[in-house]
């Protein structure tokens, strides 16, 4: 007796079995790519919450030397320095701020790290909203003397492969930042030696006592604790990678209770037997008339 289902093994419902777990395939790696996003975006917003308002410390005890990379488990805490500015005020020009369009005021500080050279380090000093048509003198500009400087440490960003407007940087790279403000790399001779695997995002700045932050310069925000809809992406791909096999199922069901579904095709062997016989019978029926 044939089975009802005899038909998934027909190559239409072969190909239609194929094509839905390749495609669920699909979707299964999708969504954890989603998850993977979902996973890192949590673990960031978990380190700024850890990180963010700590008591600041000796930029030191969280960077053993001036070439050392950040670790990651440190971003976003923060130091407290003293040092002087090199230089000239650079700016970091077109990288919005919440949504606004903003340009970055960026200096490079001169750190008394204790024993031995100074340690050059990448400052952040914060935005103000870009327009070409205004002056933003006061906004740009830079303490003359000796600073206590808290900042925020984040990893130093690569440098950029534009070509550099004077005064200008394109990202957060130590090495470019120097040359804008000094006009030259480091050397030996300078009395200090360059952190390049840092910078630090201003978040408080004194000078004798008195806070020299220009009014006209925006400290960066607090990192926004959203964790995105990576999460929410991710469950609908799988849902549609087990939708897939739930409508396979449905649909052979269907098409196994449809009367109206086409018979199996008998093979040419029961063709040719069910011929014979028929002969036979037509040639006894003769005989007998």
């Known amino acids: 007796m044939t089975s009802r289902y005899s038909f998934l093994t027909s190559r239409r419902w072969l190909g239609l079995i194929a094509a ?3 495609i669920s ?17 949590a673990d960031q917003v978990a380190l700024v919450e850890a990180n963010f308002d700590q008591d600041p410390v000796p930029l030191t005890d969280l960077v053993s030397r001036p070439g050392a990379e950040l670790d990651p488990a440190h971003q976003w805490r923060p ?5 002087r500015y090199l230089g000239e005020v650079v700016v970091l020009p077109q990288r919005g701020v919440a949504g606004n369009p ?42 003359s003397g000796q600073v206590t400087t808290t900042m925020r440490l984040r990893p130093a960003e690569a440098p950029s492969p534009r070509v550099l407007d004077v ?25 200090y030696v360059l952190a390049t695997g840092i910078y630090g995002q201003l978040a408080a700045e004194t000078e004798g006592g008195s806070d020299v932050v220009p009014a006209e310069l925006n400290l ?10 990576h999460l929410s992406y991710a469950l609908q791909w799988w849902v549609f ?9 449905v649909l052979a069901r269907r098409e196994a209770r449809d ?3 086409p018979a199996p095709v008998r093979r040419r062997a029961d063709t040719d037997e069910d011929e014979a016989i028929e002969n036979q019978i037509q040639a006894s029926a003769t005989s007998s008339a």
């Open 241 to 249: 990678a087990l939708g897939l096999y739930v409508a396979l199922v």
């Open 20 to 22: 839905a777990v390749a």
């Open 25 to 41: 395939v699909v979707c299964a790696l999708l969504g954890y790519w989603q998850w993977s996003r979902y996973q890192g975006r």
């Open 259 to 261: 009367p109206r579904a």
């Open 167 to 191: 005064g200008q940087i394109h990202r957060l790279n130590p090495t470019q930042a120097l040359t804008a403000a000094t006009g030259t790399e480091e050397d030996d001779s300078a009395g």
């Open 79 to 83: 130091v407290q320095v003293q040092g």
């Open 220 to 229: 960066l925000p607090r990192p926004v604790a959203d964790l995105g809809s």
């Open 102 to 143: 903003a340009d970055h005021v960026v200096g490079v500080l001169a750190v008394d790290a204790g024993d031995g050279p100074d340690w050059a380090v990448l400052v952040d000093r914060g935005w103000y909203t870009t327009d070409t048509f205004a002056d933003h003198a006061a906004a740009q500009e830079l303490p």
